[in-house]
């Protein structure tokens, strides 16, 4: 059974930066494409950034220029990188290997002032 743990969310205040990690049980890690999702308060889930096999990454608009998804296969995580960050950042991130139900429990993150 793969488990999927996110952590690095906090508070921190607009402009500030936060690097999430998302750590995975097992030895798979590697055969997957890592996705970042964000659900906001009131809204859907929604992709952030994604990052395949091979290290080809992709991403919202909405973060384009000031988040970066990288991953370390040999520490079965990947992260995610935001700087810059504004109230409309405020989320609870969520990590998945693409195609799959493997989910973590989100991490929350809080930009405010």
């Known amino acids: 059974q793969v488990q999927l743990v996110e952590s690095g969310g906090d508070l921190v205040q607009p402009g500030g930066s936060l690097r999430l990690s998302c750590a995975a049980s097992?030895?798979?890690?590697?055969?997957?494409?890592v996705d970042w999702y964000r659900q906001a308060p009131g809204k859907q889930r929604e992709l952030a950034a994604r990052?395949?096999?091979?290290?080809?990454?992709d991403y919202a608009d909405s973060v384009k220029g000031r988040f970066t998804i990288s991953r370390d296969d040999f520490k079965n995580t990947a992260y995610l990188q935001m700087n810059s960050l504004k109230p409309e950042d405020t989320a609870v991130y969520y990590c998945?290997?693409?195609?799959?139900?493997?989910w973590g429990k989100g991490t929350l993150v809080n930009v405010s002032s």
């Open positions: 998945n290997f693409r195609g799959t139900e493997y």
């Open positions: 097992g030895s798979i890690f590697r055969l997957f494409t």
């Open positions: 990052i395949t096999r091979d290290g080809s990454t």
